[in-house]
């Protein structure tokens, strides 16, 4: 079996969450949220396209972890974030968070919108 290191580039990964918080680089963070290669930050929920746009260019999928259950996402916010070039994963948020690490360490380009559990 061969096993290789794993590099996070400059995003960093969910190590945890739970009801109403995330952890993400060592640093617990309480909210809807956004993670990706500009760091982590807070995120106003479905309302806030602006700051999901402030991506485009720089990802090409985004993850959005709907919560404990999976839902739908406003026809409005998803056909603004694929107008901008951004391909859109609609999961719960554990699925999201757990999907999220693993193309993190594949180094790809994506970025993570989470609603907490």
Known sequence: MRLNEITFTDAKPVEGYGPGFFRIGGEV????????????RGWGGYDDAETLLTLAGEI??????????????????????????IGVEVMASPAACRTYNVLLSEGRRIALALIPV
């Open 29 to 40: 963070l309480h909210g809807p949220l956004l993670t990706g290669p500009t760091g982590a």
């Open 60 to 85: 090409d999928v985004l993850f959005v972890g709907t919560g404990a259950e999976i839902a739908h996402l406003p026809d409005a916010l998803r056909d603004a974030l694929e107008e901008a070039g």
